[in-house]
């Protein structure tokens, strides 16, 4: 019994080793050494600056609190920070020996990064940690690596958002879209006009859908992503998805009048791109987005707005005619250029939801970035009509990487609205898009909206293990493993997600029990 009880352990402590070599996104190089570094309660670190984010970061989620002692002498301490300006800027490398760790970056972005990798290569409890001896040396494949959250339709608490910042770092995602103004809610406060937030952020009728953000949040919000290497892209969707902020001021529709907000889906009532006073407004309202968030990208939206109204509004009919517009879809492309233009002059750019390419008319300038979505409805056609307009992009395509689309179907989901982790592993189009190497697409981003009252409760089993699937594809630069491995470090890795509190939900369609509750 003795004996088969040593032979269990052995096996459970070689298990707890390999799944600690396991890390997702795969590092590009990993030469395994003989040997492991074992660091026990005190230990002790060189850095240039001891102060450095990435050191707390290491220590709190690496060293788990032991305590250190500063060393001046690189050689004699058990973990060495080294800056190498000939290192890719998000790259780094790792070299563990029995005696020492060593770990290299040019900047504090690889430096982050470095320690992500770490988080999941270490095994043993606090007090003794094992990390197998190894050189490690990686870098990203794409330049742009994104989540989006959609806290328009479902408001969710700054914890939350948190949370999900801290998940696309941990994954090496770059970028964190924030959806925040939406029909069924407008998420941002306006100092210059309040009644957007007040009103408009209080328009919903189901669970979690009252809310915003002060200036106040999201600034702590900023702060907190730019330690992590995330910058955040705010979004403020025009012409469509405006009832919330019509709901406030209902001047700024076609003809002035009290909108209904859809609990699902989106209707006619849209921003006014007639009267010049709306587009004022808006341009105020960049300002202070501007003011908000330092990124050199603002998210203006362009998708789904329908033209009923404008078709039959006397100012915008005026403006068609007096630009000599073809119709109204050009005129929304004017509608943007202005907007576009309006940023260009701080030093933005503009990205645009693929609509906006559909068809040609109104060029829009030279600060314009598309993001290619609507991949079950117009297949690639916004991503070529793109490119072809030298246009960079944003691969999102909704199969795959929507990620509020279930396994099977749920509520407004149906069956042809569903995927699972081999889908995307094997079929994902952005991922194809990218590997065609146009230097023109910059990467790619998934996303969690949430339709059909997603709430907080339900989004880790909508994002895990499917994101990833995902965050492999953004990252990893090497031939992709077969699914079928891939699958088995997922499963092997799943308990170690799951202690950093993110829960799995089913990772493929023959695995959803017949009585599983998305909700």
């Given at each position: 019994m003795n004996h088969r009880l040593s032979i269990l352990l052995l096996l459970v402590s070689y298990a707890a080793i390999t799944c600690g070599q396991i890390v997702f996104p795969s590092p590009n190089q990993v030469e395994m050494k003989k040997g492991k570094l074992t660091l026990r309660k005190n230990i002790s670190m060189y850095a240039a600056d001891t102060t450095a984010f990435y050191v707390s970061l290491l220590r709190s989620e690496v060293l788990r609190n032991s305590s250190v002692k500063w060393q001046s002498n690189a050689s004699t301490a058990h973990i060495c920070w080294m800056n190498d300006t000939s290192l890719p800027p998000e790259g780094y490398k790792i070299s563990i020996n029995p005696k020492q760790m060593t770990i290299t970056a040019s900047c504090e972005r690889g430096f982050v990064y470095a320690v992500q990798t770490l988080r999941q290569w270490?095994?043993?409890?606090?007090?003794?940690?094992?990390?197998?001896?190894?050189?490690?040396?990686?870098?990203?494949?794409?330049?742009?690596?994104?989540?989006?959250?959609?806290?328009?339709?479902?408001?969710?608490?700054?914890?939350?958002?948190?949370?999900?910042?801290?998940?696309?770092?941990?994954?090496?995602?770059?970028?964190?879209?924030?959806?925040?103004?939406?029909?069924?809610?407008?998420?941002?406060?306006?100092?210059?006009?309040?009644?957007?937030?007040?009103?408009?952020?209080?328009?919903?009728?189901?669970?979690?859908?009252?809310?915003?953000?002060?200036?106040?949040e999201i600034r702590e919000v900023i702060s907190y992503a730019s330690q992590r290497n995330i910058t955040i892209v705010p979004e403020i969707d025009m012409p469509g998805h405006a009832e919330a902020a019509l709901s406030a001021h209902s001047e700024l529709g076609c003809f002035g009048l009290p909108v209904e907000v859809p609990q699902h889906g989106f209707t006619q009532n849209i921003f006014c791109a007639g009267k010049d006073e709306v587009l004022t407004f808006l341009k105020n309202v960049l300002d202070e987005v501007c003011e908000l968030f330092p990124s050199p990208y603002i998210h203006l939206g362009g998708d789904e707005a329908p033209k009923g109204n404008w078709n039959k509004c006397e100012d915008c009919q005026k403006r068609i005619a007096a630009l000599n517009l073809k119709d109204s879809h050009d005129l929304q492309l004017w509608f943007s250029a202005q907007m576009a233009n309006h940023l260009k002059q701080k030093g933005r750019k503009a990205i645009f939801w693929g609509d906006v390419v559909y068809q040609d008319g109104y060029p829009l300038p030279d600060n314009t970035v598309i993001q290619w979505w609507n991949y079950r409805g117009h297949k690639d056609l916004a991503l070529r009509n793109a490119l072809k307009h030298n246009y960079p992009v944003i691969c999102s395509s909704n199969y795959y990487t929507y990620l509020n689309f279930p396994l099977t179907p749920w509520r407004g989901y149906a069956k042809e609205r569903t995927f699972d982790l081999k889908d995307l592993y094997l079929n994902n189009p952005s991922?194809?898009?990218?590997?065609?190497?146009?230097?023109?697409?910059?990467?790619?981003?998934?996303?969690?909206?949430t339709d059909d009252v997603v709430t907080e409760r339900m989004i880790d089993q909508r994002l895990f293990p499917r994101i990833i699937g995902l965050a492999e594809q953004m990252w990893y630069q090497g031939e992709p493993l077969d699914f079928a491995r891939f699958y088995e470090h997922v499963l092997q890795k799943k308990e170690w997600f799951e202690q950093q509190g993110y829960e799995f939900g089913p990772a493929l369609k023959s695995e959803v029990p017949q009585d599983y509750k998305w909700d």
């Amino acid at each position: 019994m003795n004996h088969r009880l040593s032979i269990l352990l052995l096996l459970v402590s070689y298990a707890a080793i390999t799944c600690g070599q396991i890390v997702f996104p795969s590092p590009n190089q990993v030469e395994m050494k003989k040997g492991k570094l074992t660091l026990r309660k005190n230990i002790s670190m060189y850095a240039a600056d001891t102060t450095a984010f990435y050191v707390s970061l290491l220590r709190s989620e690496v060293l788990r609190n032991s305590s250190v002692k500063w060393q001046s002498n690189a050689s004699t301490a058990h973990i060495c920070w080294m800056n190498d300006t000939s290192l890719p800027p998000e790259g780094y490398k790792i070299s563990i020996n029995p005696k020492q760790m060593t770990i290299t970056a040019s900047c504090e972005r690889g430096f982050v990064y470095a320690v992500q990798t770490l988080r999941q290569w270490v095994s043993g409890p606090a007090g003794k940690l094992t990390f197998a001896c190894a050189d490690i040396t990686d870098s990203p494949s794409m330049q742009w690596r994104c989540f989006m959250l959609d806290s328009g339709r479902q408001y969710q608490r700054v914890s939350t958002i948190k949370k999900y910042i801290d998940m696309a770092s941990l994954l090496k995602m770059n970028y964190f879209h924030w959806h925040l103004t939406e029909g069924l809610g407008w998420r941002i406060e306006i100092k210059r006009y309040p009644r957007l937030a007040q009103i408009g952020g209080s328009v919903g009728k189901a669970e979690e859908q009252h809310g915003f953000y002060t200036q106040e949040e999201i600034r702590e919000v900023i702060s907190y992503a730019s330690q992590r290497n995330i910058t955040i892209v705010p979004e403020i969707d025009m012409p469509g998805h405006a009832e919330a902020a019509l709901s406030a001021h209902s001047e700024l529709g076609c003809f002035g009048l009290p909108v209904e907000v859809p609990q699902h889906g989106f209707t006619q009532n849209i921003f006014c791109a007639g009267k010049d006073e709306v587009l004022t407004f808006l341009k105020n309202v960049l300002d202070e987005v501007c003011e908000l968030f330092p990124s050199p990208y603002i998210h203006l939206g362009g998708d789904e707005a329908p033209k009923g109204n404008w078709n039959k509004c006397e100012d915008c009919q005026k403006r068609i005619a007096a630009l000599n517009l073809k119709d109204s879809h050009d005129l929304q492309l004017w509608f943007s250029a202005q907007m576009a233009n309006h940023l260009k002059q701080k030093g933005r750019k503009a990205i645009f939801w693929g609509d906006v390419v559909y068809q040609d008319g109104y060029p829009l300038p030279d600060n314009t970035v598309i993001q290619w979505w609507n991949y079950r409805g117009h297949k690639d056609l916004a991503l070529r009509n793109a490119l072809k307009h030298n246009y960079p992009v944003i691969c999102s395509s909704n199969y795959y990487t929507y990620l509020n689309f279930p396994l099977t179907p749920w509520r407004g989901y149906a069956k042809e609205r569903t995927f699972d982790l081999k889908d995307l592993y094997l079929n994902n189009p952005s991922n194809k898009a990218c590997n065609e190497k146009n230097p023109l697409i910059l990467g790619m981003s998934c996303a969690l909206w949430t339709d059909d009252v997603v709430t907080e409760r339900m989004i880790d089993q909508r994002l895990f293990p499917r994101i990833i699937g995902l965050a492999e594809q953004m990252w990893y630069q090497g031939e992709p493993l077969d699914f079928a491995r891939f699958y088995e470090h997922v499963l092997q890795k799943k308990e170690w997600f799951e202690q950093q509190g993110y829960e799995f939900g089913p990772a493929l369609k023959s695995e959803v029990p017949q009585d599983y509750k998305w909700d």
